[in-house]
């Protein structure tokens, strides 16, 4: 899973665009519409394209860089399920000593990451009494919605 889960934002893309610009000033117009279009597309966020855009400037052979060196950029991180981490367990008996609950956002369970990874990409740990609570809350403007409005009701007898 990408380490990335913030926004892309128009004015973050306008600065990385500046900053490739003063990098490579033999890029064109075309390049720059382009590459806006396959960001886009690929669902950079703000800290992907940043990284993206200093990984190429520090790393491109010169004199300039292609697309595909941005769109191929990403930081990943290996996530396991509890089931995932049981078996690993069962093999090395320390699994657990090595991996944490992680939020996920998207997921409404726990996901599993390296000790390591959830200090040097700043993971938010699952907390298992704020995920009971907003599955009750979840729970609980289902089973408003669904109930007919009690007042309309006793409106409608009249």
Same mark, same amino acid.
């Given at each position: 899973?990408?380490?990335?889960?913030?926004?892309?934002?128009?004015?973050?893309?306008?600065?990385?665009?500046?900053?490739?610009?003063?990098?490579?000033?033999?890029?064109?117009?075309?390049?720059?519409?382009?590459?806006?279009?396959?960001?886009?597309?690929?669902?950079?966020?703000?800290?992907?394209?940043?990284?993206? +855009?200093?990984?190429?400037?520090?790393?491109? +052979?010169?004199?300039?860089?292609?697309?595909?060196?941005?769109?191929?950029?990403? =930081?990943?991180? =290996?996530?396991?399920?509890?089931?995932?981490?049981?078996?690993?367990?069962?093999?090395?008996?320390?699994?657990?000593?090595?991996?944490?609950?992680?939020? +996920?956002?998207?997921?409404?369970?726990?996901?599993?990451?390296? +000790?390591n990874d959830i200090e040097v990409y700043?993971?938010?740990?699952?907390?298992?009494?704020?995920?009971?609570?907003?599955?009750?809350?979840?729970?609980?403007?289902?089973?408003?919605?669904?109930?007919?409005?009690?007042?309309?009701?006793?409106?409608?007898?009249?």
């Open positions: 899973m990408s380490i990335y889960n913030d926004e892309l934002t128009t004015q973050n893309t306008i600065n990385g665009t500046v900053k490739l610009k003063k990098s490579f000033p033999a890029l064109t117009k075309e390049f720059f519409d382009m590459f806006a279009d396959r960001i886009k597309d690929n669902k950079f966020t703000d800290q992907r394209l940043n990284d993206s +855009i200093n990984y190429v400037i520090d790393n491109c +052979i010169y004199p300039t860089p292609s697309i595909a060196q941005f769109i191929s950029f990403d =930081k990943r991180i =290996k996530l396991y399920t509890y089931h995932d981490m049981v078996r690993m367990n069962d093999q090395t008996q320390v699994a657990f000593k090595s991996y944490r609950p992680v939020k +996920i956002y998207g997921i409404n369970k726990p996901m599993y990451a390296n +000790i700043k993971l938010e740990r699952w907390d298992p009494k704020i995920h009971k609570m907003a599955k009750e809350e979840k729970e609980r403007q289902e089973r408003d919605k669904n109930e007919p409005d009690l007042l309309k009701t006793i409106t409608e007898k009249k």
